[in-house]
């Protein structure tokens, strides 16, 4: 018989049951839901509203069904529709009337806005530890290949001189970003909606602010049909989810290129790779393409959820029950991906030699040609004009810039000198970009130190 069946003269038709039960998914919030139950049942003891008598039975009865549970001893079913209704059941099988007590002053609609806040806070620092583990990882492999010249690129062109390091070292600060950004989630989301009741508050004499405290709450929520209403904390973790994804999915794009014969930059490890089941040759970077497409994934759970409340009436509808898998699904998938990916990565051969060779075609130093014209007295625009014809010359000769002579460049400008050919060598162009933030040797390791104090700040 349903909890809620006292107004209704027959039974649920068995479709309807199936559509209804969420138990079968929320199950996983079975901790915080006790966790709030025993907040809650303190509260009414303590402000009088039930015995103390009944409130020490429903603690005790919810201790022994968080560990019957834990062991395995319980199991639910879809006839009490969720995790909120199973538990309750439970309590009062064990318990007897006291157990009717515990949603005095309370609704599934305010409780099941606290389990999964509590739920969605509980992960953030799992997803950060994970981001962090990422980011040593990062700075390990930085560390060693800091002097490393590769071609940095735009369009996919060769463009430009930078390191291994400093290509690396710009996800690092992507994920910082992304760890911040849970962080902020984190702050925004910790109020209590417990005591917001069905939409309306009570009229029970209850203590907000004991429950939002012993929770680990910062407040309880203000207003009581929003704290029943909004997922805005789930779709604000689903979106720094995306992003996280859409900069793992980038990074993922990279590997499988250089991996490429085509680029050859690195070499994945046997244990990070997989075979084709015809071509005897194959290894192929199938944890990079998976995690590129689990990307899809996590938006379309961001896009779910976002669609799911879209033009909701307030407060509560049942409706909002369809936030829990996208939210579950983009976690797992994230919990899944980030350890693998930052294993890959800590295990791969780094083909530095092929990166030099790489950057040694491509003209990757043209803009230091003319800057090297600039800084002996040219117009920028003369320079870059100058650079651009040599470049066209080059590029029909097959011929590097650096491999021209004095003679043929300064055929083009007489502002060229013996020193032009130290200011052409790749490893000195990236050796002088300093700039803040640049690629020299100082500037990334300055990078790197910072980044391992972020991530020795917050590790555990
Ligand atoms: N299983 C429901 C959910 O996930 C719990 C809240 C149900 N409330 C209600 N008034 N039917 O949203």
């Not at 008598?53 to 199991?75: P, S, W």
């Not at 040609?369 to 600039?374: P, R, S, V």
């Not at 490893?427 to 803040?436: D, H, I, K, P, T």
Request: aromatic share 8%; net charge negative.
């Amino acid at each position: 018989m349903k909890l809620w069946s006292g107004r209704f003269a027959k039974d649920t038709d068995a479709l309807v049951n199936e559509l209804n039960a969420s138990i079968s998914f929320d199950q996983r919030l079975y901790r915080e839901d006790i966790q709030g139950s025993l907040a809650h049942a303190r509260m009414l003891g303590d402000c009088g509203v039930i015995s103390a008598e009944d409130a020490a039975a429903i603690r005790e009865g919810l201790q022994g069904i968080l560990r019957d549970i834990e062991a395995g001893k319980v199991e639910f079913t879809a006839d009490n529709e969720d995790i909120h209704m199973n538990v309750e059941a439970l309590l009062t099988a064990r318990i007897g009337d006291a157990g009717k007590r515990l949603h005095t002053a309370r609704s599934r609609n305010d409780q099941v806005a606290l389990d999964f806040r509590m739920y969605v806070r509980g992960q953030i620092p799992v997803i950060v530890e994970q981001l962090l583990e990422l980011e040593r990882v990062l700075c390990k492999q930085a560390r060693r290949y800091q002097s490393a010249v590769m071609p940095g690129y735009t369009h996919l062109q060769r463009a430009q001189p930078i390191s291994f390091a400093q290509h690396l070292m710009a996800y690092a600060q992507m994920f910082a970003r992304d760890v911040t950004r849970l962080e902020d989630c984190g702050k925004r989301l910790n109020q209590c909606p417990l005591g917001s009741g069905a939409l309306a508050g009570t009229t029970y004499p209850i203590d907000r602010f004991q429950t939002a405290a012993a929770l680990g709450f910062d407040a309880p929520m203000g207003n009581s049909l929003d704290g029943v209403s909004d997922r805005d904390y789930a779709l604000e973790l689903l979106s720094d989810l995306s992003i996280l994804m859409m900069h793992l999915s980038r990074f993922a794009e990279e590997v499988i290129l250089w991996c490429s014969w085509e680029f050859k930059f690195i070499e994945l490890d046997d244990a990070y790779a997989t075979g084709s089941s015809i071509m005897p040759q194959k290894k192929n970077p199938d944890v990079a393409e998976l995690v590129r497409g689990k990307t899809g994934r996590v938006y379309g759970d961001l896009m779910g959820l976002l669609t799911v409340m879209k033009g909701l009436p307030l407060a509560y509808n049942k409706d909002m029950q369809e936030d829990k898998e996208p939210v579950f699904d983009a976690i797992d998938t994230v919990e899944m991906c980030l350890p693998v990916f930052a294993r890959m990565l800590d295990t791969m051969t780094v083909r530095a030699d092929n990166m030099r060779a790489a950057a040694g075609r491509g003209f990757i130093n043209a803009t230091d040609c003319a800057d090297y014209l600039t800084k002996k007295g040219m117009a920028f625009r003369d320079a870059y004009t100058v650079t651009g014809r040599l470049v066209a010359e080059c590029a029909a000769r097959e011929k590097t810039l650096e491999e021209l002579t004095l003679a043929e460049l300064r055929a083009v400008s007489d502002l060229f000198g013996e020193d032009v050919f130290e200011a052409l060598k790749l490893e000195n162009c990236m050796a002088l970009r300093g700039s803040f933030g640049g690629p020299a040797v100082l500037e990334t390791a300055r990078q790197i130190e910072e980044m391992e104090r972020f991530a020795d700040a917050r590790g555990t």
